[in-house]
C-alpha cells in the first residue's frame, strides 16, 4: 500500500509540473505575440456545433481504425474479436487520457496479460511492433497525399527522415532476426517471451500493417481535421491538414496526460506557417483536440465502469446477483 502511495503522490506531482509547464508556455506565447483573450473567445464561438460534431464522430472513426491496426498486429498471439481490441484501446487511450506518458498502453497490456493469460513481454513485444507500424503507416498516407498538392518544405525532411528510421529499423530488425527467431524458439526468461511478440508476425504481415493498415488511420484522420477546419472558418488543403495532423503526433514525444499542452503548441505553429491567424489557430487547436479526447474519455470511462459493475456481481454469487435483478 505505501508502494501504491508513492506511486499516487509522484502522479499527482508529475500532474502538477505538467500544469505548471503548460501555464508557462501559454502565459510566454500572450506576451510574446500579443494575443488577446477576447479575439480568442471570439473565435472559440465561431467553431460552432457542426465541427465539434464531425471531431467527435471523427474522433470514434480514428479509434476504431487504430483498433484495427492494433488487432492485426497482435492476433497472432493475443486471440480476441475485433471489438474486443476495440473496447481494450478505447480503455486504455481513458487513462492516457488522465495519466501522463501514455501509461494507458501499459495498463492495457497487463490487463489483457491477466485476462488472455498471455506473458506480459510478449504483448509488449507485439506493443513494440505496433507502434513501429503506426509511424510507419505516415509513409504510404504522406506518398498518396502528395498527389494532391506541393506540401511545405518541413515535411520533406520530416519525409527523409522516416524514411531513413526506417530503413534503419529495417536493418536491425534484418540483424536480429535469426537471434529473435532463437530466442522466441527457446521461450526462456523474458527476453525470450519479449521475443515472441516481436517474431509472431511474418516478414509480409509486417509489411502489410506498417505499410497498409497502419495508413488507414493517417488518411482517415487527415479528412476529419480538414473538415472540422472548415467548419470553424480555417480552409486547409488536404496536405496542410496533414501537415497539422503529424505535427499534431510529433507533439506527443512530451509526455503529458492526453497530450494536452504540446499538442496544441505544435499544431496551432503548423497553422501559424500556412497564415491562419494566431488567435484562431489557438482556438481551433484546443477544439479540435477536445473533440479527440471525447472517444477515450466517454466510451473509454463508461466500458471500464461497466467491466467494474460486471466483475463486482460476479463476485457476489449467483444468489445474490438474482436479488439484485
Not at 22 to 32: I, K, N
Not at 71 to 84: E, K, M, N
Request: aromatic residues 8%.
Amino acid at each position: 500500500m505505501k508502494h501504491l502511495d508513492r506511486i499516487r503522490e509522484h502522479i499527482v506531482l508529475v500532474r502538477i509540473a505538467i500544469l505548471a509547464l503548460v501555464a508557462t508556455v501559454l502565459w510566454t506565447a500572450f506576451h510574446r505575440y500579443g494575443l488577446s483573450t477576447t479575439r480568442i473567445w471570439a473565435d472559440f464561438g465561431r467553431v460552432g456545433h457542426r465541427a465539434a460534431l464531425v471531431g467527435i464522430i471523427g474522433g470514434f472513426g480514428v479509434a476504431g481504425s487504430q483498433s484495427m491496426r492494433w488487432w492485426f498486429v497482435t492476433s497472432p498471439v493475443l486471440r480476441i474479436r475485433y471489438r474486443d481490441a476495440l473496447a481494450a484501446v478505447l480503455v486504455g487511450n481513458f487513462f492516457n487520457i488522465v495519466l501522463p506518458a501514455r501509461a494507458g498502453d501499459a495498463l492495457r497490456v497487463d490487463d489483457l496479460s491477466r485476462r488472455a493469460g498471455v506473458s506480459r513481454a510478449t504483448l509488449f513485444g507485439t506493443e513494440l511492433v505496433d507502434f513501429v507500424a503506426d509511424k510507419s503507416g505516415w509513409l504510404p498516407a504522406f506518398a498518396l497525399l502528395l498527389l494532391t498538392g506541393v506540401p511545405p518544405s518541413w515535411m520533406i525532411h520530416s519525409l527523409l527522415l522516416a524514411v531513413g528510421l526506417v530503413v534503419v529499423i529495417a536493418g536491425i530488425g534484418v540483424a536480429l532476426r535469426d537471434r529473435l527467431r532463437a530466442a522466441a524458439h527457446q521461450r526462456d526468461g523474458w527476453i525470450g517471451r519479449l521475443a515472441i511478440g516481436i517474431t509472431a508476425n511474418h516478414p509480409r504481415r509486417l509489411a502489410t500493417a506498417a505499410f497498409v493498415v497502419a495508413a488507414a488511420p493517417w488518411l482517415f484522420e487527415a479528412p476529419i481535421l480538414r473538415e472540422v477546419a472548415a467548419s470553424s472558418g480555417v480552409q486547409l488543403s488536404f496536405l496542410q491538414a496533414f501537415a497539422v495532423l503529424t505535427a499534431f503526433n510529433v507533439a506527443n514525444i512530451v509526455p503529458t496526460p492526453g497530450g494536452v499542452g504540446p499538442n496544441e503548441a505544435a499544431s496551432t505553429a503548423a497553422l501559424v506557417s500556412f497564415g491562419v491567424p494566431s488567435d484562431r489557430a489557438i482556438a481551433f487547436a484546443f477544439v479540435y483536440h477536445a473533440t479527440q479526447l471525447v472517444p477515450g474519455l466517454v466510451a473509454g470511462g463508461l466500458l471500464l465502469l461497466l467491466r467494474r459493475v460486471l466483475t463486482a456481481r460476479r463476485r457476489q454469487g449467483p444468489l445474490q446477483t438474482s436479488q439484485l435483478v
